[in-house]
């Protein structure tokens, strides 16, 4: 009886046994799997989490982006507006200054034309008060020079008597006090002889020239030109010297000079014709 009660219960034991076994095995595998599945479930959170935290932070990005994009344009727009507003500014500032300028050339212009007239006052008074003093000094020294027949005839007497540094005084003194009388040729003669005797010969040649230049028709034309000739002579020129000649036989040939003039023209084998002379001497 016990051994088959207990038989019975072995029976029913391995029953029991064999039929929890697969329950107790599906109920592990699904454990194991709610497991997986919450654990996914809680990645998945997690990520989702993390997601929203960078989009979150993303879009705080672009906004705070946009955001300085937005000044920047303003600042941009802003910067343009008063850039343009100094432009037109600038530009007004400069036409004003260039009316300012130009006004200013134009009283410069007007203060140098005005000084420019001045100035020419000036130079014209200063002219004009040089010429009265000139005019005053040279009215003086004529009413401190002695009478011009008195000067002549003293400067004549001391040519005659050799007194040849105060002949040249008194003559030079007639020619600046009384340049213009008919004894002013005469004057240049006698003192172009004297500066011919002391052996200067080409100032001689220019007084004499003053003679046959601006008294041609005096007394002492024919004896200027003659003498004139013989001092270019002096001088070594030749050319000149004889053209000179030539000139005193062309014009006065009846006259003594004509005479003395062919007498140097033979002696230095020279024809009497030919080329004049000139009618200056080169200062």
């Given amino acids: 009886m016990n051994s088959r009660k207990y038989t019975t219960l072995l029976f029913l034991s391995a029953m029991i046994s064999l039929g929890l076994a697969p329950a107790w095995a599906a109920n592990k595998d699904m454990v194991q799997l709610q497991t997986q599945v919450q654990s996914m479930q809680d990645q998945l959170t997690q990520m989702k989490q993390s997601f929203d935290e960078r989009m979150g932070v993303l879009q705080h990005l672009v906004e705070q982006s946009t955001d300085n994009v937005n000044k920047v344009s303003t600042s941009i727009t802003t910067l343009q507006t008063n850039l343009q507003k100094q432009q037109s500014d600038s530009g007004s500032h400069v036409d004003q200054l260039s009316g300012q300028i130009q006004a200013l050339n134009d009283t410069l212009d007007e203060l140098k034309a005005r000084l420019a007239r001045v100035s020419k006052q000036l130079e014209d008074m200063q002219s004009a008060q040089q010429s009265l003093a000139a005019q005053q000094a040279q009215a003086q020294q004529m009413a401190q020079a002695p009478p011009p027949d008195v000067l002549y005839n003293n400067a004549l007497r001391d040519f005659n008597a050799g007194k040849n540094d105060l002949a040249v005084q008194e003559f ?55 003498k004139k000739g013989f001092a270019l002579l002096e001088l070594g020129q030749k050319d000149d010297g004889v053209a000179a000649l030539r000139h005193v036989i062309q014009r006065y040939p009846k006259s003594s000079e004509a005479a003395q003039a062919r007498d140097r023209l033979k002696k230095l084998g020279a024809s009497t014709t030919g080329t004049t002379a000139k009618k200056t001497v080169d200062n």
């Fill in 172 to 226: 030079s003194d007639y020619i600046k006090y009384y340049p213009n009388t008919d004894l002013a040729g005469n004057a240049y003669f006698y003192l172009a002889d004297l500066e011919y005797r002391q052996g200067n010969y080409a100032q001689a040649a220019k007084d004499y020239d003053q003679v046959v230049q601006n008294f041609p028709t005096g007394n002492k034309a024919p004896a200027a030109e003659l």
